[in-house]
């Protein structure tokens, strides 16, 4: 059972575009969420994250936003560059688990020149 | 400041044949992590270890055991491999308040 959701495995954008990934999650006890980024043949990056109490959180070109009545979360990226190009993967954790990660498949982003 | 490493890089094993995955962090993180990386399955979590001396198992530990060796240290033994566990291997380490780090990866190719 799946916990955490990206439904779409592929995502393609032109460059200088807005580039939306989602996430979602059934757990209600989950409290922070993560995106990571990972280039082939290198492990995952972590890239921005949200607390549970925040409904959006900023850094650079990405923005997260949180909803949690929706229990739903999104990446954007703004504007899109061909060096974002990546496999995002979105992660949430929650207290008393000893704070391990649920992991989501994964989204393919290919940014286009 | 290396971070992350992990030896090998990459291997072939035959079925049966037995190895271990080195893991190696330089953060004086508490917590690491042994994942697997397999096509459409995501990162699934094979064993973490919370602190030194301490180790619990993750969503699949069928067939691996670890063992953290010291603070920086986190290994993982395939007594005898199997084809199933052909995959891409990822180590990672946590300190307090901190993301998980995570180290290049092994790719375990079992004929």
């Known amino acids: ?113 | 400041n290396a971070g992350v490493t992990q030896t090998p890089k990459f291997q072939v094993l035959k079925t049966g044949q037995s190895m271990t995955l080195q893991c190696a962090q330089d953060m004086n993180h508490n917590s690491m992590y042994w994942y697997r990386q397999d096509p459409g399955m995501g990162l699934r979590l094979i064993y973490y270890s919370a602190s030194e001396g301490t180790t619990d198992k993750g969503e699949v530990p069928n067939g691996y055991n670890v063992s953290r060796l010291n603070k920086r240290e986190f290994s993982l033994r395939l007594e005898s491999a199997a084809p199933s566990q052909t995959s891409v291997y990822f180590c990672a380490s946590k300190g307090i308040q901190e993301t998980q780090y995570f180290g290049p990866g092994t790719r375990l190719l079992v004929l």
């Not at chain 1, 460059?15 to 082939?40: A, H, Q, V």
Request: proline letters at 5%; hydrophobic letters at 35%.
């Open chain 1, 1 to 113: 059972d799946q916990q955490v959701k990206q439904n779409s495995p592929s995502l393609s954008v032109q460059e200088g575009r807005i580039s939306i990934l989602n996430c979602d999650y059934t757990n209600s006890m989950f409290d922070y969420f993560l995106w990571y980024k990972k280039y082939p043949a290198e492990g995952p990056t972590f890239l921005i994250s949200i607390s549970s109490i925040k409904d959006k959180n900023e850094d650079g070109r990405f923005t997260v936003f949180l909803n949690k009545s929706a229990k739903h979360l999104s990446l954007h990226i703004v504007p899109s560059q061909p060096g974002d190009s990546a496999v995002y993967f979105c992660a949430a954790e929650r207290a008393g688990n000893n704070r391990k990660l649920i992991w989501g498949l994964g989204t393919s982003l290919a940014v286009n020149p």
